[in-house]
DNA sequence: AGCACGCCGACT
DNA sequence: GTCGGCGTGCTC
């Protein structure tokens, strides 16, 4: 880096200017001249303190520099240098542009995706005194004479500050009087939000270290005081060298509290000190957990190597059950014991303690998680321990930002995982594919896994750009479930009006009886999706998305699911004034309501976003499920994503209508892998378990495929349809979202708009597709 | 994202 | 006649 720097500089008093992206939507980056005090020590990566517009102090990462003065414009000055070193590397910067260009977003995007908040340093206003400034003056009152003294005594104050001095929130109608007074006036300055972590230390004071004859005389002196003797005696315990104790540790062991300690510190027998840890630094100890392979899994391991002689990208297809895992964690073992880097991306759900803790004692190495429940301070912390080159980091998509100096390995885990692609706010991407360009950027080679390949994976396992390998046994012989259709139209003749057909039921009952577990899939969450009026057929929709509110029965509210407004439940219908109100359709608050009437007995949890809103619920929920404290769970995709549960033996599919039905190009692919995954969760142990599928289309394609474990037929079906449609993996999509406030202008915009575009792309005019938000 | 510039309704 | 509404455009 620092070689590259010395190329744009070869004379120091040249002048230099350094291009800069701060986190906004601006259509390109700022130029800004660089002092010559900062000269020597400004580099790519790093961030730099710079204004943009009237007032307002921005910290920027610099991506480039150059010697080439812009012509049209007097750029501003960098103000300051934030960080001693970059926080990013040139690998990045080159990731950034790429995905600013393909995912047609601008860089200030991207670097707010990119950075942790921390990093995009928060800006504090500072209160200063105004030159005219007097605080004799009379007409001030009493707080206004508060914050006249304290900022005579201090020069400068925060918000914060002048909060703290009145002892109330609600300081800035205060300050604005004082502004419009012209008493005082305000500046802007960049405040760092990262709080390090800080553990304090008890050390031996210096003239009793190994001076026994004093400490005897200590310990004599402290004989009247039990509880400081007590611990000082826990402090020799737990002081093996003189690098000192952990305070909590020895309060802990001592049973003591900080008030016992302080008058041993006061004494100058004992003394604290402060040491900056990172949240990340390995403390658990890692009970190491030897892995077998079976023979299956050691050839697939061979395979993927031989692949990654030639192909940087390797597909690795194993039914579900058949250990991938294994062959991830041998794979990333063989490569740290090289010295290799690795980057390890899961779909988020997939990112609990207990699977970390998993994969670190099977590994037998630390794993640095990056997801999106880490607070703000510990994503800084990983950002530290990446830049300090920990071999290993286990991330969800954003992981891919996370500032690499060397990658040897990616593995994507799930790789068909929709939750890999970013939908809404720009940037747009798709962690999978971006991590294929990050790994060309790195020459590091990419194992995507799955049980259900998407079908992008496997088109380009076909025009050769990715390796193949295959695991079609599941690990330990365990056999693949059996799967049953009920066909609900058949139901329905014999009197059934539910959701739960009498066979499932029955089913259910019969698991329970064995002192088995039961998984029911609905992917819908609430109670039911439509909530509309028996006279006139209107459905309540969302005042912001036009789309269907769902009624949620617990709550008493219609929701949308989409944008997350919340509506009283009406009970007038807005279009035709009628009190004919119904709702219709089932999501998993119903199945629940209903699954407890027919099962009284049973233990019933959902696992939906709705029962894991907090923090560590999604975990806890998991956990009873395991100790069978709940008998059955019913849930939405969450229950399809990875989970091994030794003591399930059915699990019930209520409505595939619901997920083949899907507008979506891909809702085939999706139905189907879905399906799979939920399958793959039973019968894991002992025995073979049961998957039954509810269905009024027992003949659908997607079904048979399902039954008749036709994968491989399945996957050619829809690549044909795909390649007819000219939808991807063999045409590449775009979506434009047109928007006005006006209907009118929006459609007439929008019909020039896919004139203009027919007529210069050619893209052929009978495919309309219009999007409309 | 802010903030300034700029053009149309309810007030002194 | 002005204060202020938020529509539009710019930020080195």
Redo the contacts with the bound molecule.
């Keep these: 880096m620092a070689d590259i720097f010395e190329s744009y500089h070869p004379d120091a008093s040249a002048p230099a200017y350094a291009t800069v992206v701060v986190p906004?939507?601006?259509?390109?980056t700022?130029?800004?001249?660089v002092p010559a005090a900062l000269f020597e020590s400004i580099q790519i990566g790093q961030r730099v303190e710079?204004?943009?517009?009237?007032?307002?102090v921005y910290s920027g990462i610099v991506v480039d520099m150059t010697d080439i003065m812009?012509s049209n414009?007097e750029?501003?000055p960098i103000l300051s240098i934030v960080d001693d070193l970059p926080i990013l590397f040139d690998e990045q910067i080159r990731f950034w542009k790429w995905l600013a260009d393909y995912y047609c977003c601008t860089l200030g995007e991207i670097m707010i995706a990119a950075l942790p908040a921390h990093l995009k340093l928060a800006r504090e206003i500072q209160i200063l005194p105004s030159p005219f400034f007097n605080p004799d003056y009379p007409d001030l009152s009493h707080k206004e004479y508060l914050i006249a003294e304290a900022l005579k005594n201090n020069g400068e104050m925060s918000i914060e500050g002048i909060q703290k001095l009145l002892n109330q929130k609600s300081v800035y109608r205060l300050i604005k009087k004082l502004i419009e007074k012209k008493y005082i006036f305000v500046k802007e300055r960049l405040k760092e939000r990262y709080v390090p972590k800080i553990k304090k230390y008890i050390h031996l004071s210096e003239h009793l270290e190994g001076n026994d004859t004093e400490l005897n005389e200590v310990f004599k002196k402290l004989s009247r005081a039990p509880k400081q003797e007590a611990l000082l005696l826990a402090f020799f315990q737990l002081a093996e060298n003189s690098s000192g104790v952990e305070k909590t540790e020895l309060l802990v062991k001592a049973n003591a509290a900080t008030s016992h300690l302080n008058p041993l510190i006061k004494k100058g027998i004992l003394f604290e000190s402060k040491k900056q840890i990172n949240r990340f630094d390995k403390e658990d100890d890692i009970d190491e957990k030897e892995i077998k392979l079976s023979p299956a899994q050691t050839t697939a391991i061979d395979e993927i190597e031989n692949h990654f002689k030639e192909k940087s990208t390797v597909l690795l297809h194993g039914v579900t059950g058949s250990g991938k895992t294994n062959i991830y964690i041998e794979l990333i073992k063989k490569t740290i014991v090289e010295g290799g880097k690795v980057l390890y991306l899961v779909p988020e759900i997939a990112l609990t303690t207990q699977i970390i803790k998993r994969l670190i004692d099977q590994l037998g190495t630390d794993i640095i998680p990056y997801h999106s429940r880490l607070n703000n301070n510990e994503r800084v912390d990983v950002w530290k321990k990446i830049i300090d080159k920990h071999p290993v980091v286990l991330g969800a998509r954003s992981a891919v930002f996370l500032p690499f100096q060397q990658l040897d390995l990616i593995i994507v885990d799930e790789e068909h995982d929709s939750s890999f692609k970013q939908y809404d706010p720009a940037p747009r991407y798709n962690a999978r594919d971006a991590a294929m360009v990050l790994a060309n950027i790195f020459r590091a080679k990419v194992l995507l896994g799955t049980a259900t390949p998407s079908l992008e994976s496997i088109h380009n396992v076909n025009n050769k750009k990715y390796g193949l390998v295959e695991l079609k046994e599941r690990y330990g012989g365990l056999q693949m479930p059996r799967i049953e259709i009920i066909d609900l139209k058949k139901e329905v003749q014999i009197g059934f009006t539910k959701q739960i057909s009498a066979p499932l039921i029955d089913a259910i009952k019969y698991t329970l009886d064995n002192n088995e577990q039961v998984i029911l899939f609905q992917n819908r969450r609430g109670y039911s999706p439509i909530y509309k009026c028996t006279t006139c057929e209107n459905k309540i929709k969302c005042i912001n998305c036009d789309v269907n509110l769902t009624y949620h029965k617990y709550r008493n509210i219609l929701n949308c699911h989409y944008c997350g407004y919340d509506s009283e439940l009406i009970e007038v219908c807005p279009a035709c004034g009628n009190r004919t109100m119904e709702i219709k359709g089932f999501g998993t608050e119903r199945i629940e309501d209903e699954l407890t009437e027919s099962l009284p007995e049973a233990r019933i949890q959902r696992l939906d976003l709705d029962t894991t809103r907090s923090k560590y619920s999604y975990e806890k929920i998991i956990h009873q499920f395991e100790n069978k404290e709940i008998d059955i769970l019913i849930g939405t995709q969450m229950v399809t994503k990875g989970l091994d549960f030794e003591h399930v033996s059915l699990v019930g599919i209520l409505s595939a209508d619901m997920l083949m039905a899907y507008p979506d190009f891909r809702s085939a692919e999706r139905a189907y892998q879905l399906m799979m995954q939920v399958a793959g969760r039973p019968g894991r142990i002992h025995k073979q378990g049961h998957v039954m599928i509810q269905t009024y289309q027992p003949d659908h394609r997607i079904i048979h495929h399902i039954t008749h474990n036709s994968q491989d037929e399945f996957i050619k079906e829809e690549l044909t349809q795909r390649n007819e449609w000219k939808y991807p993996p063999y045409h590449r999509m775009i979506k434009i979202s047109v928007k006005h406030k006006k209907t009118d202008a929006l459609n007439d915009g929008a019909k020039i708009l896919a004139i203009e575009l027919r007529k210069q792309s050619g893209v052929y005019p009978e495919n309309k597709k219009t999007n409309q938000r």
């Design positions: 906004l939507k601006l259509p390109k700022l130029t800004y001249s710079v204004q943009v517009g009237k007032s307002k812009p414009y750029p501003r």
